[in-house]
Nanobody, 114 residues
Framework: QVQMVESGGGLVQPGGSLRLSCAAS????????MGWYRQSPGKQRELVAG??????NYVDSVKGRFTISRDGVKNTLDLQMNSLKPEDTAIYYC?????????WGKGTLVTVSS
């Protein structure tokens, strides 16, 4: 059983920064693919940033502002979010894939507001 627990969400003003972390049970490097997703009220969940096979990818709206990374010491999947905008407000979820199965965290709320 794989468990993922997100942390780091909160309230931040526009232009501010937050760092999200997703703690994995076991080594973070054993997963085939990992990613951060978000979902706003009334919208579908979307992939924000992903890592697969050593490559990273980002949705256009966060390119240049968000950075996804893995920490092999802490066994976390991190998302550094800079220059935050009100439209980044959402619940952020981490997801990992291994042996053909997906595992999701429960999410952490990010609110960007003045």
């Amino acid at each position: 059983q794989v468990q993922m627990v997100e942390s780091g969400g909160g309230l931040v003003q526009p232009g501010g920064s937050l760092r999200l972390s997703c703690a994995a049970s076991g080594s973070i490097f054993r997963f085939n693919a990992m990613g951060w997703y978000r979902q706003s009220p009334g919208k579908q969940r979307e992939l924000v940033a992903g890592i697969s096979g050593g490559s990273t990818n980002y949705v256009d709206s966060v390119k240049g502002r968000f950075t996804i990374s893995r920490d092999g010491v802490k066994n976390t999947l991190d998302l550094q979010m800079n220059s935050l905008k009100p439209e980044d407000t959402a619940i952020y979820y981490c997801k990992v894939a291994i042996y053909g199965l997906d595992y999701w965290g429960k999410g952490t709320l990010v609110t960007v507001s003045s």
